[in-house]
Every structure is written in structure tokens, then in C-alpha cells.
């Protein structure tokens, strides 16, 4: 498998996974290189850009902590920079406050080499804020500034469709479904990729303090479901959308989630790795084991390296080879994620996915 987007050639004669070989020819610094890569398909993310509060002091509670950093995030912006930092062209396309939050956001996108030209910024709303902290049991705990925030004040007629039409692959999540006027935008903006032939990608990254209920959530969720040919969930997102089913049983995955022009389902399940399910086949590839220092952006991380991939080859679904190969890299890219602390500054370049990967494979 060749192209700017897919860093490593495999050759799985040798062992369960394969030997992996760098096949890039690029020289120079590795900010050089990712401007010759961008001139590859273009992936575009649609959705929030937010800004994350984190304590300073690990396993406190929000109301314990004495401190907080702030860290970029936003869902479909991490799948953007992870996907830009991976050295393939991607745009964003969303709302920030002109406020100096926004404005730190935008050159985020700015200095990973993202096109920003679709983000927007409104004058009457604040830039989202998101405290979250990892609890002394490990428990999650999210707070959310936005009431509302700018993110969701997106309307249809602020879209950039021509950026949308360039698109090789059209991403979104769902946080951008549960208010209007974002949610009519949403939609227009993914009938508009769907009708200009783009691969729609779809992670619904279930943020549920966000939603007036666990059921508005799921029919949210649910409501935009068969138009995706790519979609991504985790366990816990299974378990919801099914309303308590085995999230492990692969007939309620075909029976409840698996629609009718679906071409590809993931289903992420941490360090374990994930699994695939096409119409043809299915199967699971293992994950990698490190040392987890903040999980947070590791899913983003995961769907970015495999649309990275996708976005050269875009068949890959029909060959379960190298649909297995593109979920290695992405497995790896979710685990070297989790090793760092807050979500884009977490997220990876190629060169710290592929050290990941000959760790593994030649050891």
C-alpha cells in the first residue's frame, strides 16, 4: 500500500500482527514534511472547538483542586489536528467566541497547519469551557461553560460549501446536534458533503451532560445514524444506543447498528484495541499496552490516524489485509496518546506512532 497519507508498508508473514517498514522519503524538519503531505485528499472536520480545564494535581475533584491548566479540545478539532499532525490535509469548520479563548483556538488550528478559514466568530457568545477532572476512584467528572457557548450558534447560512465540496472525507460528531441553530447546520453540512460524494465519517463521542437526558441523547444520536459510511463507537456508547444490550455481541452490533449502506463500524474497547465490522467480514485487532497517564483525546487520536489512512485509500474497507494494517496505526496512535496529559497536546505525530509500532512488532 503506497501514498502520502499511509506511513507504513506491513508484511504480516511474520508473526500475528507483521513487520512494519517506513516507506516515507521525505527530508528535512518535520514541519517541512507536513506541507508536502498536505497537498494529499482533504479530510474536514465539522463540529466544537472548546477549551479544556484541567487540575494540575492528578485523581482531585473538581471542587478539591486548587489549580487548573487549560488544554485546546473539542472532538472533531482533535480529529483535525491528529490527522494534520499525521502529515495529511485537513480543514475545520465550527464557531469560537471573539474573545482571547477563541482567538488561542484558531491559532491552535494555525500552527498545526489546519485550514481555519471555516472557523467563525461570533460576537455575542463566549468560547466554550469544559472543566474535567480524572477522580481519586478514576471516575470522570465534567462541568461545561456554555449557556450558550458559540459553538452551537453556528447557522446553516455561515457554512462554507465550497470548503465542504473539496472534501475527500466530511467528519462530524454530535455535540453539534443537540441545540439549534448548529443542529440545522450540522445537517446541512452533511447533506452537502454527501451529495458532493464525500465519505461521511461519524464519532459520536457521547458527551451526556451535554443533553437534556439519556433517551434525547440516543435519538439524537441515533437520528443521523444511516446516513454515515464510517462510524466509530465505544463500549459505553454501544450500551446506551442499544438501551443496555451486550455491547460484545456481535448480532446486536449487526442487528441494532449496522444499517443498510454502512460500509465500516468500529467499535473502540481502550487498550484492548477494537473491533471491525463490514457487510463481508469482521474481526478485532489488539491494542497496545502503555502506561495510561489521561485517556482523554485517545478515541479522537484513534479515528484520526485511521481517516488519515482512509482519506489515500479510500477502499481499505474491502480489504480486510490492510483495513487490519490501518487499525494497528490507529491503535497505536490512540496509545501513544493516552501517555500524555490533555488532548491536542497529546496527539501524536507519525514519527511517535511508528517508534510505538517497531517497539512492539520487533521486540
Known amino acids: 500500500m503506497t501514498g502520502c497519507c499511509f506511513p507504513v508498508n506491513l508484511d504480516l508473514s511474520r508473526g ?3 513487520s512494519f517498514k517506513h516507506v516515507s522519503s521525505s527530508s528535512g524538519s518535520s514541519k517541512h514534511r507536513r506541507r508536502e503531505n498536505c ?12 477549551v479544556n480545564l484541567v487540575p494540575t494535581v492528578s485523581r482531585v475533584s473538581l471542587a478539591d483542586a486548587v489549580a487548573y491548566k487549560k488544554y485546546p479540545s473539542g472532538a472533531t478539532a ?30 491552535i488550528l494555525k500552527q498545526n497547519g489546519i485550514d481555519s478559514s471555516g472557523l467563525l466568530f461570533d460576537d455575542d457568545a463566549r468560547t466554550a469551557l469544559a472543566f474535567y477532572a480524572l477522580k481519586r476512584n478514576g471516575e470522570p467528572e465534567f462541568m461545561f461553560y456554555k449557556n450558550p457557548s458559540a459553538d452551537v450558534l453556528l447557522r446553516p447560512e455561515e457554512l462554507d460549501l465550497t470548503l465542504i465540496k473539496k472534501a475527500t472525507i466530511f467528519h462530524y460528531g454530535s455535540v453539534s446536534l443537540i441545540k439549534e441553530p448548529c443542529r440545522s447546520a450540522h445537517i446541512a453540512a452533511m447533506t452537502v458533503a454527501k451529495v458532493a460524494g464525500c465519505i461521511l465519517s461519524y464519532a459520536p463521542n457521547l458527551a451526556l451532560p451535554l443533553w437534556p437526558s439519556k433517551e434525547i441523547a440516543r435519538q439524537g444520536i441515533m437520528s443521523i445514524w444511516n446516513y454515515a459510511d464510517i462510524i466509530k463507537v465505544s463500549v459505553d456508547e454501544i450500551r446506551l444506543l442499544t438501551e443496555g444490550d451486550n455491547p460484545y455481541d456481535d448480532k446486536v452490533i449487526m442487528k441494532k447498528l449496522h ?38 483525546g485517545a478515541g479522537d487520536s484513534f479515528v484520526g490516524g485511521f481517516l488519515s489512512i482512509v482519506a489515500a485509500h479510500n477502499h481499505i474497507y474491502k480489504d480486510e489485509r490492510r483495513l487490519r494494517e490501518a487499525l494497528d496505526f490507529a491503535n497505536a496512535c490512540g496509545a501513544v496518546t493516552v501517555t500524555r496529559r490533555g488532548a491536542i497536546p497529546s496527539l501524536p505525530t507519525k514519527d511517535a506512532v511508528l517508534r510505538i509500532l517497531f517497539s512492539c512488532f520487533n521486540s
Open 259 to 296: 444499517h443498510y449502506s454502512l460500509k465500516l463500524l468500529l467499535v473502540t474497547e481502550g487498550e484492548r484495541g477494537c473491533r471491525y465490522y463490514t457487510k463481508d467480514f469482521k474481526g478485532w485487532v489488539a491494542g497496545f499496552e502503555v502506561e495510561a497517564v489521561d485517556t482523554t
Open 39 to 50: 497537498k494529499g485528499p482533504l479530510v474536514v472536520c465539522f463540529g466544537e472547538m472548546i
Open 78 to 107: 482533535n480529529v483535525a489536528v491528529a490527522i494534520s499532525r499525521l502529515g495529511c490535509s485537513t480543514a475545520f469548520i465550527g464557531k469560537v467566541g471573539n474573545d482571547e479563548f477563541g482567538y488561542m483556538l484558531s491559532d
Open 16 to 18: 500475528r500482527r507483521g
